[in-house]
């Protein structure tokens, strides 16, 4: 199958790759494979080794650190995006944390601590991202923040990512309403599971693939690809009428109890 490039000309910002498993990298890739500019952060010193080649096999043209958790690094990128392209087209948001302790321990020991560090870098970052980004959207473009189905839904384990995912998918939807006269569109993408290495931090999160496989209509686990070509899609102009939702990518495991 020819793929056309849908998406030529168009300059995205992809922020969470961590390796060649991570969702950002297959969103990455993409939006690199239907013509898109990229550019690629890393989150620091260690993690540039693994994630600087990937971004040169994509012929990223702008690169850096990124932890939004230290003060200047968000707006030295959107500095860098600003002075080299000028404009900015898609936005893509793939980060999430929690301290080990505050994630495996239930929601009801969670430490006020602990829940703030979650909900601000994985959900009031794509806040800052987006405050940074529309200035920059001169004709439109398209957010995306990465969310999972234990926003909605009871997931075992998932713990106090629950309630953080429910508020960045809420975040989005009150964005895709505050930008939309600008013609920004604003998504949260909740992928069924896979096997990334914040994935690896949940308990028990080999049988919860397990479950996902046999729930899926469509009998199968999705990939990176799968969640990085709906991005794309959502990206051009074939999706211009389409904001604020939440898009499954899973094979249906959503629409089972």
Known sequence: MQIRPVLAGHKALVVGVANEHSIAY???KAFRTVGADLAIT???DKARPHVEPLAKDLEASITGPLDVAVPG???AIFDQVRTQWGRLDILLHSIAFAPKEDLQGGLLNCSAEGFAKAMDV???SFVRMARLAAPLMTDGGAMFAMSYYGANRVVPNYNV??????????SCRYLAYELGHKGIRV???SPGPLKTRAASGLKDFELLLNEAAEKAPLGELVDIMDVGFTCAYLSTFLAKRI????VYVDGGTNIVA
């Open 187 to 189: 998504h949260a993408i």
């Open 161 to 170: 990512m629950g309630p953080v995912k429910a508020a960045l998918e809420a």
């Open 73 to 75: 690094q968000l707006e």
């Open 42 to 44: 890393w989150l620091n």
């Open 243 to 246: 904001t604020g939702g939440t």
């Open 26 to 28: 297959g969103c990455a």
């Open 122 to 124: 994985s959900c009031h």
